[in-house]
């Protein structure tokens, strides 16, 4: 079927339905209140999934070649704020990363958005078919349709993130309790950096000396990038996610994106996810006779297995900050180290 959306958002979410649901004749309307798209951000891994999704709306031959693979080597892994690894990962999956204003540049383009637009109410568009809220975290949009019950709850976590230029040797994640650092490039002269540390609310700057007052002393990358970070780069934020929802879906109106199912970024899925999101929305509502039938495929699609992310998001925030226990822990990560590492050392034999 086709008809008319609009789309409350225009980060990653919206722009991957707005392509999606164009591609299957569908008059878009896109909404967003910034006035334009952030210039400042990260990066985002792009899992196969994402990149698959990327692929449906024509997308993902560009965000390759804007993107660069984390390749795994022997420097890759999990490690104490001492240096010692925990578990190497130089058979790693070789993930395509790219910096989210450039992600949203590719998804932006060809797709009509109108700037500077604050919508408050998801049923002021009496004449769209289909309402889609992809506003984000603390989307109003979520909360018109299921109320205070669906606000973001705190994760008890504060993370500090950015980016540095030329490379470091060592990528990956420093774990200790109740704080964790972690590295990845982000091409071939640029460091992507990421901090976590277990505190309620947030931290006003600067920001720069309490990074270093907290992570400055480890060890095999956290020190070596610290040295290069600038105050007015970094960002910060206190992280949250959404409780279980009961739909993503109400009357005409859907959730998708962080609106939908906002996580913890431990696993690094949630950029992945919303693009999946758009694709499998543009799908359901193209092959579907009804807007009903359409948005009751998209939530069996796609609400199970992302509200089992943000609880698997969540275990892993907490098994790489806990605070009791990490000794047995560790432990128990080099055992599986060194088993790897075993297997690895045998397959090469083989293989020469």
């Not at 696993?267 to 039938?293: F, I, K, N, P």
């Amino acid at each position: 079927m086709k008809g008319n959306v609009t789309i409350i958002g225009a980060g990653i979410a919206g722009l991957a339905t707005a392509r999606a649901l164009t591609m299957r004749g569908w008059k878009v309307d896109v909404r967003e209140s910034a006035l334009a798209l952030p210039a400042a951000g990260t990066a985002l891994g792009m899992w196969p999934e994402a990149l698959k999704a990327l692929d449906a709306i024509g997308a993902g031959d560009a965000v390759r070649r804007s993107g660069s693979r984390m390749e795994a080597s022997a420097d890759t892994g999990l490690r104490t704020p001492a240096g010692r690894t925990l578990v190497s990962m130089s058979g790693g999956s070789n993930l395509l990363m790219i910096a989210r204003p450039r992600l949203l540049e590719i998804l932006a383009d060809g797709v009509d958005v109108t700037f500077g637009a604050e919508v408050a109410n998801p049923g002021d568009f009496s004449g769209s078919d289909v309402v889609v809220g992809a506003d984000g975290t603390f989307s109003r949009t979520r909360l018109a349709l299921f109320g205070e019950s669906s606000s973001p709850r705190s994760l008890g976590v504060v993370a500090w993130r950015g980016t540095v230029a030329g490379a470091v040797v060592s990528h990956g994640e420093t774990w200790a309790p109740g704080a964790m650092f972690g590295l990845t490039p982000a091409g071939p002269d640029a460091t992507n950096w990421y901090a976590c540390l277990k505190a309620g609310g947030r931290f006003e700057p600067p920001h720069l000396q309490h990074l270093r007052d907290l992570f400055g002393s480890w060890r095999t990358g956290p020190a070596e990038v610290l040295r290069h970070v600038k105050e007015a780069d970094i960002l910060h934020h206190e992280l949250f996610e959404l409780p279980r929802m009961p739909s993503y879906v109400s009357g005409r109106v859907v959730l998708v994106g962080d609106a939908a199912h906002s996580m913890g970024p431990f696993l690094g899925r949630g950029a992945c996810e919303a693009l999946v999101d758009g694709v499998t929305l543009g799908r359901c509502l193209g092959e579907a006779t009804s807007v009903t039938e359409g948005l009751a495929a998209y939530d069996h699609a796609r609400r199970a297995k992302t509200q089992r992310l943000i609880a698997m998001s969540r275990l892993m925030g907490r098994t790489a900050m806990m605070p009791h226990g990490f000794r047995e822990r560790n432990a128990l990560l080099g055992a599986v180290g060194s088993v790897m590492r075993t297997a690895e050392s045998l397959r090469h034999g083989l293989r020469r």
